[in-house]
């Protein structure tokens, strides 16, 4: 959990639970969900008649007290935590969003992803995308799920959300599936739809499906019905499976640190190194490096302690500031590096602070050979799906630089990354989105010249 430079995707939950405290359930399933974002949090509680809506700037915990979720009674509601993207930090960008239809029933949404076209272009990014498709919605009378089949065959781009209105809880996941989000159920007493499943075994909701691209899901007194409003063609970003899902989080059928672990376990088998120790950059390389120790043998150790209070180094405003912010985060133990040679595992490489940080830390301590392997492949492209993956000529790995300059810049005696195919093959999916390692985007998203990377500043992620 040390990648620098790269925006969060949001996380989002609903509960559809008339007899369980909604209020409560949000804001645990959101905890759950807090590496996903944490500049603010937002809960709307739909009580049959009125939304109550809560929203702060800050971490979960910091939004809600007892007596705020004390007064979140009603049948469904849902929940947002949101990433700070280079754009502006307010209260104003916090999610759910409320609207209104034109027959005036209220509704609130939230969303993770970047909407780039609704009818018109709507500039994509920040919580712009989101006001505008709550807009579009309140052009249609009647209730809000006849609305959103109606409007979102119209509305272009990467998309998971949870919306809410007077009695019914929505799930709806563009028609390419960028972002996840999935189905639960709370024992015959209400559903629960998530980016995570983890959020789901927090409340302690049973995992169902995941939410299909192209579905709408409604949950109400009526129980769950399924409408496919758009033609399906499915890109799940291949980047949750890197590294901003939970390691416990499912991806289909199968357990992200299981996944992780193959990247490790080909990672060994494409790069390998002679070397005395594996160790971790931690937390999200962890399972990486075991599989990496687990295939070449060399033995697996903690060679970097991390301190879990610090934020993520992607929040800090400027380089310098990051660069900071990785010696608050992590802590090289010498007596694991010194007088070896070392073979330290990320799980991804963006702009490269911390994998210098680290190469440097270790060589402080002792370290007579820092090869650096990475569990994923070079991040060469911006990510239009959701994900403030930065400018071209912020990464590491940008156009054609070869591993051997990246080995220069970063310091390390070498740097290994996971091909494409192995990343592909490990999650099992050849639909899944690899834009950002390939430049093979499977949507344009009505973002032109979308070759000429190093032009674009692309804000997402809401
Ligand atoms: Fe995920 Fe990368 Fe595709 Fe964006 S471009 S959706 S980060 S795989
Ligand atoms: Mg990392």
């Known amino acids: 959990m040390t990648l620098d430079g790269i925006g969060e995707s949001c996380g989002v939950i609903g509960v559809w639970a008339p007899d369980l405290p909604i209020g409560h359930l949000i804001y645990s399933g959101l905890i759950a969900l807090q590496h996903r974002g944490q500049e603010s949090a937002g809960i709307a509680v739909a009580d049959g008649t009125d939304i109550a809506l809560h929203r702060g700037m800050g971490l979960v915990q910091q939004v809600f007290g007892a007596a705020d979720l004390a007064t979140m009674r009603g049948q469904a509601g849902?929940?947002?935590?949101?990433?700070?993207?280079?754009?502006?930090?307010?209260?104003?960008?916090?999610?759910?969003?409320?609207?209104?239809?034109?027959?005036?029933?209220?509704?609130?949404?939230?969303?993770?992803?970047?909407?780039?076209?609704?009818?018109?272009?709507?500039?994509?990014?920040?919580r712009a995308d989101t006001f505008v498709l709550v807009r579009e919605l309140g052009r249609y009378r009647g209730r809000v799920e006849a609305a959103m089949l109606r409007a979102l065959p119209q509305v272009e781009g990467a998309y998971s959300l949870a919306v809410v209105d007077g009695g019914t809880l929505y799930a709806v996941r563009d028609p390419h599936g960028f972002r996840p989000l999935c189905l639960g159920r709370l024992s015959g007493r209400g559903w629960v739809v998530?980016?995570?499943s983890a959020a789901l075994d927090v409340i302690g909701a049973s995992f169902v499906r995941d939410v299909a691209p192209?579905?709408?899901?409604?949950?109400?007194?009526?129980?769950?019905?399924?409408?496919?409003?758009?033609?399906?063609?499915?890109?799940?970003?291949?980047?949750?499976?890197?590294?901003?899902?939970?390691?416990?989080?499912?991806a289909g059928s199968r357990r992200m640190q299981s996944i992780r672990r193959d990247f490790g376990v080909a990672l060994a088998e494409e790069c390998p190194a002679e070397a005395d120790v594996v160790i971790p950059?931690?937390?999200?390389?962890?399972?990486?490096?075991?599989?990496?120790?687990?295939?070449?043998?060399?033995?697996?150790?903690?060679?970097?302690?991390?301190?879990?209070?610090?934020?993520?180094?992607?929040?800090?405003?400027?380089?310098?500031?990051?660069?900071?912010?990785?010696?608050?985060?992590?802590?090289?133990?010498?007596?694991?590096?010194?007088?070896?040679?070392?073979?330290?595992?990320?799980?991804?490489?963006?702009?490269?602070?911390?994998?210098?940080?680290?190469?440097?830390?270790?060589?402080?301590?002792?370290?007579?050979?820092?090869?650096?392997?990475?569990?994923?492949?070079?991040?060469?492209?911006?990510?239009?799906?959701?994900?403030?993956?930065?400018?071209?000529?912020?990464?590491?790995?940008?156009?054609?630089?070869?591993?051997?300059?990246?080995?220069?810049?970063?310091?390390?005696?070498?740097?290994?990354?996971?091909?494409?195919?192995?990343?592909?093959?490990?999650?099992?999916?050849?639909?899944?989105?690899?834009?950002?390692?390939?430049?093979?985007?499977?949507?344009?998203?009505g973002i032109p010249a979308i070759g000429r990377r190093s032009d674009h500043s692309v804000l997402a992620g809401n």
């Open 214 to 250: 192209g579905e709408l899901v409604a949950m109400d007194h009526n129980g769950m019905r399924s409408t496919t409003f758009a033609l399906a063609s499915s890109a799940a970003c291949s980047f949750e499976h890197v590294y901003f899902s939970r390691p416990d989080s499912l």
């Open 194 to 196: 998530a980016s995570e």
């Open 78 to 126: 849902i929940g947002h935590v949101r990433y700070s993207t280079s754009g502006e930090s307010t209260i104003d960008n916090a999610q759910p969003c409320p609207g209104v239809t034109a027959s005036g029933e209220p509704f609130a949404l939230a969303h993770n992803g970047n909407i780039t076209r609704v009818g018109s272009p709507c500039g994509g990014g920040d």
């Open 281 to 445: 950059v931690p937390d999200s390389a962890r399972h990486a490096a075991l599989g990496y120790a687990q295939a070449s043998g060399i033995p697996y150790d903690e060679g970097l302690a991390r301190n879990n209070y610090v934020g993520r180094t992607f929040i800090q405003p400027d380089q310098a500031a990051r660069s900071i912010a990785v010696r608050l985060k992590l802590n090289p133990v010498p007596e694991v590096v010194r007088g070896r040679s070392v073979v330290v595992v990320d799980d991804s490489m963006v702009r490269a602070t911390t994998a210098t940080q680290v190469v440097t830390m270790l060589r402080a301590a002792g370290a007579v050979r820092v090869h650096l392997r990475i569990a994923s492949p070079p991040v060469r492209w911006p990510c239009f799906y959701g994900v403030d993956m930065k400018t071209g000529t912020e990464l590491i790995a940008e156009g054609d630089t070869s591993v051997a300059q990246i080995a220069a810049a970063v310091g390390a005696d070498s740097v290994g990354y996971l091909s494409v195919e192995a990343m592909r093959d490990a999650i099992g999916d050849t639909s899944s989105c690899t834009a950002c390692f390939t430049g093979h985007y499977p949507v344009s998203l």
